[in-house]
């Protein structure tokens, strides 16, 4: 069985940021609430 760490969806997320940094916010605490939608929506 494989399990996905929280590190590597991190990791899943500062990828995903950098080719869409364009278009998404900026990755700050207060855009946090964003992130961890998109996130949980590619996982």
Same mark, same amino acid.
């Given at each position: #069985?494989? $399990?996905?760490?929280?590190? $590597? #969806? =991190?990791?899943?997320?500062? %990828?995903? *940021?950098?080719?869409?940094? $364009?278009?998404?916010?900026? =990755? %700050?605490? %207060? *855009?946090?609430?964003?992130?961890?939608? *998109? =996130?949980? %929506?590619?996982?």
């Amino acid at each position: #069985m494989n $399990d996905i760490k929280i590190s $590597d #969806m =991190m990791a899943m997320q500062k %990828e995903l *940021y950098e080719l869409h940094k $364009d278009s998404w916010p900026p =990755m %700050e605490p %207060e *855009y946090g609430k964003d992130f961890i939608l *998109y =996130m949980i %929506e590619n996982v």
